[in-house]
């Protein structure tokens, strides 16, 4: 079976949003993210310097992370697959990297990293493992993509990192790509096994050849994976859907994918109760399925590395519907 003809069969994946933001739950000095402000934009959202926001790493030690507890509950939903932020727009990157120290495993008490420990998890219980990594936005480097964008926000305002370094005309995106963004691409391409798809995100201020570069690289050290449309620039190997999107119309040729909240976050937020129910989930799913679209359903465990019991409750709840 090619990694085509497992994408559309699997029909259902979990995604795992993990981060510094973490570790803040959406408050930052006695203020609070509103409800449909997603949580692992709190940097950008409260205009929090590097100085600051950095020192979350000097705390981050999820001593309750359990590699094989997140891909068992995965499978007990009777999900397929597992897509974890292997580096979101803070730049953290939960994976031992060369290119610097602003990672769990060379920065954080934690000192172990997770990436390595989910796909190891992830190989033992036979689910497969994807990763995703913000290839352009980047807030902790000064030429972070985001910069050439007119629109704003929905939520922060502004897509980069414009309080720490405001003189968007002196950025250029190329020298953070040429450095940090190959070098931690190729990293997490050769250093934990087979990948069955890369998950970028949020393609601001790339160029046609940069995705295509990435891409290509992408295929080169790991053929069989399948890459997601936000690579950019018409680029990819299935469509992945807006945030939360579910289309009407059903899917004739190609693959598709919708990344969905279970409730109205993507990084954890403490107070964020509006979960959806198992019902809703499985209603949800169907639809999908109906249409060809896989259900990538995302959780965000917290500063311990725990998946919050509701969540898990619900999971668990949907894979007993399933299987009956």
């Not at 509006?274 to 359903?297: F, P, T």
Request: charged content about 25%; hydrophobic content about 35%; proline content about 4%.
């Amino acid at each position: 079976m090619t990694n085509k003809e497992w994408f559309r069969q699997a029909g259902f994946g979990m995604m795992v949003h993990f981060g510094l933001y973490s570790v803040l739950g959406g408050e930052w000095r006695g203020k609070r993210m509103g409800q449909y402000d997603i949580g692992e934009w709190i940097q950008a959202q409260f205009r929090i310097p590097n100085s600051e926001y950095h020192r979350l790493a000097d705390v981050f030690d999820p001593i309750y992370f359990d590699a094989e507890e997140w891909v068992l509950l995965a499978k007990e939903a009777g999900m397929k697959y597992m897509v974890v932020t292997s580096k979101h727009h803070e730049g953290f990157c939960l994976f031992d990297s060369e290119y610097d120290s602003f990672n769990c495993v060379k920065g954080s008490p934690f000192g172990r990293d997770i990436i390595a420990e989910l796909a190891e998890a992830c190989y033992k219980h036979g689910l497969k493992l994807g990763l995703y990594y913000s290839q352009a936005l980047d807030w902790s480097h000064p030429d972070g993509g985001g910069y050439g964008v007119a629109r704003p926000h929905p939520s922060a305002g502004t897509w980069c990192n414009c309080w720490d370094f405001p003189n968007n005309s002196e950025k250029d995106y190329t020298r953070l790509f040429e450095t940090k963004i190959k070098t931690q691409m190729k990293e997490i391409l050769t250093k934990y096994g087979e990948l069955c798809l890369v998950w970028c995100d949020t393609p601001l201020d790339m160029t046609v050849e940069q995705s295509r570069e990435i891409y290509d690289m992408i295929k080169r050290y790991q053929p069989n994976c399948l890459v997601n449309s936000r690579i950019g620039n018409g680029l990819g190997d299935y469509r992945s859907w807006g945030d939360n999107q579910i289309p009407d119309e059903y899917m004739k040729d190609g693959l598709f994918e919708t990344p969905a909240t279970l409730n109205d976050t993507w990084g954890y937020k403490s107070y964020d109760c509006h979960w959806k129910s198992a019902e809703k989930v499985i209603e949800l799913k169907d639809h999908l399925s109906e249409r060809g679209i896989n259900y990538l359903l995302n959780v965000g465990p917290d500063h311990l590395g725990r998946i919050p019991a509701p969540a898990a409750d619900i999971l668990r709840e949907v894979g007993k519907s399933l299987q009956k």
